[in-house]
């Protein structure tokens, strides 16, 4: 019982000592998930769009700054229907938001580039 007690006296200020160290830091272990880990790979590569994806920007009025700043910096891979085991270039399927989707877009993510296929207006 008492090696209990030194061990929470030490654990317990040790923890909110580092929580405040690195929650100052901005250190967060969401980055660590597989929507955030092919959200990030994603914006790392260059952006390739089929005509198709081009044709539907124009007609939805999206600018190339909204899909990287919210569309695909907000929104959530659907893994369920995604192939992200799919050689050599997986494919993936993003809604935007994360509740109540309005956008769809489906995008195989190579090993230079990110071709991005279809964009749909959901609802």
Do not use: W
Request: hydrophobic share 35%; net charge positive; charged share 30%.
């Amino acid at each position: 019982m008492k090696k209990l007690k030194f061990y929470l006296i030490g654990l317990i200020p040790g923890l909110v000592i580092v929580f405040f160290i690195l929650n100052k830091k901005g250190a967060s272990c969401s980055g660590y998930l597989p929507n955030s880990r092919v959200i990030a790979e994603t914006l790392s590569k260059d952006f390739t769009y089929s005509e198709n994806f081009k044709a539907e920007m124009n007609t939805l009025k999206i600018s190339d700054k909204f899909i990287k700043d919210s569309i695909i910096t907000k929104g959530k891979i659907d893994f369920e229907r995604s192939h992200a085991q799919q050689k050599p270039c997986p494919d993936y399927v993003l809604v935007y938001p994360e509740t109540h989707p309005k956008y769809e877009i489906t995008f195989e993510k190579c090993k230079e580039n990110a071709v991005f296929n279809t964009l749909k207006k959901l609802k």
